[in-house]
Every structure is written in structure tokens, then in C-alpha cells.
């Protein structure tokens, strides 16, 4: 295990949620860590300073393997992780706030504290075909998941949050 004061915590099907969670690490550098949701354990976050959850709307709610590993880890993190920064990318194929609502609630139980605005990324999927589709992230979106990988990392080593 790497210490890096930010823990990018990430899950994806069609790859736009990997494609943020890799340009967030890229803009945090040395000072962030790059993790797949089912090889998180609670030693990573628990050596983490701050996190970036990055992950897809399924059914209008959390991808399953994300929400698996908040279950699979609530308990034994709980009353460790609190004061603790979080931000996160949903990748959506609607509106999104399902997915950032429940994934909210879940950091509210931690204790943890947002400091970055939701990123929600609205690919307007709606048919199987485009649900299932590999997703090409715009752009102007990788930018914005890299500018907010470089700011909770330089925020956090500075102490600010």
C-alpha cells in the first residue's frame, strides 16, 4: 500500500468512470492513489487523509460494486474516518442524483466532509444499447475531473481540508 494523502476510489462498467477517476489522479500526482473499489480495504482509506469517489449511476442509485464496498466497510470504518475530506465523479446516464444522494448519505454516517461541489457527468443514456455502450468522455469533463484531482490533493497537503 502507497500513502498518498488522497484516495481515488473508483468503479466502472463502460469506462467513463475509470477514464475520471484516471484524470483526477493524474491532476493529483505524487499526491494522490488510484484504487478499484473491490480491492479497497479499510486500511487504504484509513491511511488516506481525503477521497474522491468516482463512480457510475446504475438504476438511478450507486453502481453495485461501489455500494458493496461502502457495506462491506461502514462498520468497521465508522468513528475512524470523520472530519475527513470527500469529493466524487458520478458518471450518469440521467440526472445522477440518485447515485449522489445515496453515496452522500453514506459520507454524512462517517462523518466525512464534502469539500468540492458534486461532479456529475450526464452521458444521456437511456437505451440498453447507449446504457451499455463503451462511453467516451468529453474532453472539457477530463479537464474538470483533472483540475479537481489537482485541488483536493494540493488542499490537502496543505491543510486546508
Given at each position: 500500500?502507497?500513502?498518498?494523502?488522497?484516495?481515488?476510489?473508483?468503479?466502472?462498467?463502460?469506462?467513463?468512470?475509470?477514464?475520471?477517476?484516471?484524470?483526477?489522479?493524474?491532476?493529483?500526482?505524487?499526491?494522490?492513489?488510484?484504487?478499484?473499489?473491490?480491492?479497497?480495504?479499510?486500511?487504504?482509506?484509513?491511511?488516506?487523509?481525503?477521497?474522491?469517489?468516482?463512480?457510475?449511476?446504475?438504476?438511478?442509485?450507486?453502481?453495485?460494486?461501489?455500494?458493496?464496498?461502502?457495506?462491506?466497510?461502514?462498520?468497521?470504518?465508522?468513528?475512524?474516518?470523520?472530519?475527513?475530506?470527500?469529493?466524487?465523479?458520478?458518471?450518469?446516464?440521467?440526472?445522477?442524483?440518485?447515485?449522489?444522494?445515496?453515496?452522500?448519505?453514506?459520507?454524512?454516517?462517517?462523518r466525512l466532509r464534502r469539500v468540492a461541489e458534486p461532479m456529475i457527468v450526464n452521458f444521456?443514456?437511456?437505451?440498453?444499447?447507449?446504457?451499455?455502450?463503451?462511453?467516451?468522455?468529453?474532453?472539457?469533463?477530463?479537464?474538470?475531473?483533472?483540475?479537481?484531482?489537482?485541488?483536493?490533493?494540493?488542499?490537502?497537503?496543505?491543510?486546508?481540508?
Amino acid at each position: 500500500m502507497t500513502d498518498a494523502p488522497l484516495l481515488i476510489v473508483w468503479h466502472s462498467r463502460t469506462g467513463a468512470s475509470e477514464a475520471m477517476a484516471r484524470a483526477a489522479a493524474a491532476g493529483a500526482g505524487e499526491g494522490g492513489r488510484l484504487l478499484r473499489c473491490e480491492a479497497a480495504e479499510a486500511a487504504d482509506l484509513l491511511s488516506a487523509q481525503g477521497f474522491l469517489f468516482c463512480g457510475p449511476e446504475n438504476l438511478a442509485s450507486l453502481s453495485g460494486a461501489m455500494k458493496e464496498m461502502f457495506d462491506r466497510l461502514y462498520y468497521p470504518l465508522l468513528k475512524r474516518l470523520e472530519g475527513r475530506a470527500y469529493a466524487s465523479i458520478v458518471a450518469a446516464g440521467s440526472d445522477g442524483s440518485g447515485a449522489q444522494r445515496q453515496l452522500d448519505r453514506i459520507a454524512t454516517g462517517w462523518r466525512l466532509r464534502r469539500v468540492a461541489e458534486p461532479m456529475i457527468v450526464n452521458f444521456g443514456a437511456q437505451t440498453p444499447e447507449a446504457i451499455l455502450a463503451a462511453k467516451t468522455v468529453p474532453s472539457d469533463s477530463l479537464a474538470r475531473c483533472r483540475d479537481l484531482g489537482a485541488a483536493l490533493a494540493e488542499g490537502l497537503a496543505q491543510g486546508l481540508f
